[in-house]
């Protein structure tokens, strides 16, 4: 079982910049790839980062390529969203996910935290 808790979200101008971080509690951080997806008003949540177990690979969706950077730290239970230029767009609940597959789908969520991009 793995909690996962989100912080870092707020209002900002656009052009601006957020980082997120999603705490994690429980067994097994470190076995668990991570993720962070959101979800804005009237549409489905959509896939923004990957990150594996190691670190060593990350994935974007393209809007946010070049402007976001996923990062975690192990040794924390920590995964992290730096979020920079941005956009009105990017205004949504941003939700962590832990997931791993052994024998069948291991996969939690946290609460969500808002960005809201607007001047």
């Known amino acids: 079982q793995v909690q996962l808790v989100e912080s870092g979200g707020g209002l900002v101008q656009p052009g601006g910049s957020l980082r997120l971080s999603c705490a994690a509690s429980?067994?097994?951080?470190?076995?668990?790839?991570m993720s962070w997806y959101r979800q804005a008003p009237g549409k489905e949540r959509e896939l923004v980062a990957v990150?594996?177990?190691?670190?060593?690979?990350?994935n974007y969706a393209d809007s946010v390529k070049g402007r976001f950077t996923i990062s975690r730290d192990n040794g924390n239970n920590t995964v992290y969203l730096q979020m920079n230029s941005l956009k009105p767009e990017d205004t949504a609940v941003y939700y962590c996910?832990?997931?791993?597959?052994?024998?069948?789908?291991?996969?939690?969520w946290g609460q969500g935290t808002q960005v809201t991009v607007s001047s």
């Open positions: 990150i594996t177990r190691s670190g060593g690979t990350t």
């Open positions: 429980g067994v097994g951080f470190s076995s668990y790839g």
């Open positions: 996910n832990a997931r791993r597959i052994n024998g069948r789908v291991y996969s939690y």
